[in-house]
Nanobody, 113 residues
Framework: QVRLVESGGGLVQAGGSLTLSCAASGITVAPYMGWHRQAPGKERESVAS???????RYADSVKGRFTISRDNAKNTLYLQMNMLKPDDTAVYYC????????WGQGTQVTVSS
């Protein structure tokens, strides 16, 4: 059974940093691994992704501020978020796609101005 568990969210002031973690079990490297977010009243959007070969992609709104990475030994996906803005406030979800779509339960990130 695949399970993704996010952690690391919280309340931070604008300009601050947070690191989100996604601990995976039942699955190791997937063809697609990524982070999505959903703000109140908005659709869920892709923030950053990593292919199995390590190629990464970022939404234009977070380029230069967010970094996706993976620790294979810990089977954990990370999202380092720097220079946070109030517009980054959302629930952040970990997403693995390997035939099926697997989602974590989400972690709240709130950025105060």
């Amino acid at each position: 059974q695949v399970r993704l568990v996010e952690s690391g969210g919280g309340l931070v002031q604008a300009g601050g940093s947070l690191t989100l973690s996604c601990a995976a079990s039942g699955i190791t490297v997937a063809p697609y691994m990524g982070w999505h977010r959903q703000a109140p009243g908005k659709e869920r959007e892709s923030v950053a992704s990593m292919a199995a070969n390590g190629i990464t992609r970022y939404a234009d709104s977070v380029k230069g501020r967010f970094t996706i990475s993976r620790d294979n030994a810990k089977n954990t996906l990370y999202l380092q978020m720097n220079m946070l803005k109030p517009d980054d406030t959302a629930v952040y979800y970990c997403h693995y796609r390997s035939g099926w779509n697997y989602w974590g339960q989400g972690t709240q990130v709130t950025v105060s101005s």
